[in-house]
């Protein structure tokens, strides 16, 4: 019987970012079958002793931990990840180093009682039957989940605050390929969270959709920071920002005050570094 589920879990990225199936050859082909499996679109393997096989149904789980150098080459760095999309399609998130503060604590967190009670939780999940295709085989067909009034309000509004923020001179217009996937990533996070609370709900909860945007505008925040350190020279980035800026609005005479107040957002966001890159010029 082939399996209905997938998972992709490796605390050393450097062994699948290195490996044959990232190599230069195989690469493209490697993060098109992905960004597929994240569209819902099945996987489709291509063997050359039995032709194309195509396996609709199936769910894959990817979760990759990378030194900051492997994090840096391969995933901050990577333009064709981020062109194909499945860097869009992946909630990237880029550490901050606790070093010089890691005291010894002499507890086990497996004991503590929220890491009891999420484990529990989880294997009672894990316990419950798929929800399979009726004469599909090993098809999964997961119940689909509507939003309850509430929770359409809001999701309609953050979709609308993130489109608005992709514009021109919007601070999320450098990342648009996330930006326009992080509704949907709210909407996923936020299934998990109401199908965790309650696996037998029919609907999505105010609760649970807030839950998930919050995570949502974290991993935002974490985009763009991302983008931000992984550009060779930021401060080119912005003063290409800001020229672009000056040469749409055809402003013949300009100040400090209006870039920051209208200009782009990368200009407006940091004040500071705006001004400084001002006196450099």
């Known amino acids: ?52 096989n195509s396996h609709p149904g199936k769910r894959v789980c990817m979760h990759l931990m990378a030194q900051e150098v492997v994090f840096n080459a391969f995933i901050a760095g990577n333009q064709e990840m981020k062109e194909q999309g499945l860097g869009a399609r992946c909630l990237l998130t880029r550490a901050i180093s606790t070093k010089g503060s890691r005291v010894f604590v002499r507890e086990n967190p497996r004991e503590a009682r929220g890491m009891v009670n999420f484990l529990n939780r989880v294997r009672e999940i894990l316990q419950l039957a798929l929800p399979l295709k009726e004469g599909g085989g090993c098809q999964l067909q997961p119940r689909t989940l509507a939003l309850s009034p509430a929770a359409e309000e809001i999701y309609i509004e953050f979709y609308n605050e993130v489109e608005s923020r992709q514009g021109p001179d919007g601070d999320l217009a ?57 550009s060779r ?15 749409r609005e055809e402003l013949r005479t300009f100040n400090l005050t209006r870039i920051r107040r209208y200009g782009p957002g990368c200009a407006r966001k940091d004040g500071q570094k705006t001004r400084e890159l001002w006196v450099s010029w």
């Open 233 to 247: 020279d930021f401060r080119l980035h912005r003063a290409a920002a800001i020229l672009k800026y000056i040469q």
């Open 1 to 52: 019987m082939e399996p209905t589920i997938a998972g992709l879990f490796c605390d050393e990225a450097a062994i699948f970012l290195g490996g044959y199936s990232m190599n230069a050859e195989n690469r493209l082909r490697t993060m098109a079958g992905f960004s597929s499996c994240w569209d819902g679109k099945g996987v489709n393997r291509a063997r050359s002793s039995d032709g194309m």
């Open 174 to 230: 450098e990342i648009s390929g996330t930006a326009s996937k992080m509704p949907e990533q709210a909407l996923r996070l936020a299934a998990t969270f109401q199908f965790f609370a309650d696996i037998h709900s029919e609907t999505i909860s105010e609760d649970s959709f807030e839950a998930g945007m919050r995570c949502a505008r974290f991993y935002l925040n974490e985009a763009l920071r991302v983008d931000q350190e992984g």
